[in-house]
């Protein structure tokens, strides 16, 4: 089946400029996150959402990143006037609810968006 | 602080010889790990996961150990092979599901 898509793939973005990165979940998936990978990094968490209300938003480095997911499936990370450190690749997961309806574990990610700021 | 992160930067393996990566950890409350692949322009790939009441877990050609009392994880890929070559992350759960993960360690495959 489809996996966890992410558009744009690249976007390359003048320092000041807000940007949007869309994330589309595997279909059903409750829980959305995103993260952001520096070069030669490990992903850092972002955000978390279960269905549409966003439960964790403590990673989000300062308050020109928000997130939304207003029907609780497709969520978009909006980045106000961009600046240089925020080049990185920001990736989505996603995971359903187990058998037992908690939060599975396994989280499945996308490709992620690599954001160049100039 | 609290930190997931991993010994050896880079690993180079002979394709056919087995492979070793090691991970540790810092927080004894974690219960569950993963160790996810991510090749070059793409996302994090689920390989496998352990929670903290086993030590042991066995995959396709992969098994994760994992031993609490030093609290390191390992990750053993049996037979490797080129389409191994990748960098590797342990990953450590945290609360609200977030995931910790360590900096990664490259695997380079040698034909």
């Known amino acids: 089946g489809a996996g966890v898509s992410q558009s744009p793939r690249y976007k390359v973005a003048k320092r000041g400029q807000d940007v949007a990165l869309r994330c589309d979940p595997i279909s059903g998936h409750v829980s959305l996150f995103w993260y952001q990978q520096a070069l030669g990094q490990g992903p850092e968490f972002l955000t978390y959402f279960q269905n549409e209300a966003q439960l964790d938003k403590s990673g989000l480095p300062s308050d020109r990143f928000f997130a939304e997911r207003p029907e609780g499936s497709v969520s978009t990370l909006k980045i106000q006037r961009t600046q240089q450190e925020d080049s990185a690749v920001y990736l989505c997961a996603s995971s359903p609810h187990s058998r037992t309806g908690k939060v599975a574990d396994t989280q499945y990610f996308g490709p992620g968006t690599r954001l160049t700021v100039l | 602080g609290e930190s997931v992160g991993l010994h050896l930067p880079t690993l180079s393996v002979q394709e056919g010889d087995n492979s070793i990566i090691n991970c540790a950890y810092s927080?004894?409350?974690?219960?569950?790990f993963i160790w996810y692949k991510q090749e070059s322009g793409k996302g994090p790939q689920f390989i496998i996961d352990?929670?903290?009441?086993?030590d042991k877990r066995q995959g396709q050609r992969v098994t994760v150990l994992l031993n609490k009392t030093v609290k390191h994880l390992s990750l053993q890929i049996a037979a490797t092979q080129p389409g191994d070559s990748a960098v590797y992350f342990c990953?450590?759960?945290?609360?609200?599901?977030?995931?910790?993960f360590g900096k990664g360690n490259q695997v380079v495959v040698i034909p």
């Open positions: 352990i929670r903290s009441n086993m």
């Open positions: 990953a450590e759960r945290r609360g609200n599901n977030r995931l910790a």
């Open positions: 927080n004894s409350a974690s219960d569950y």
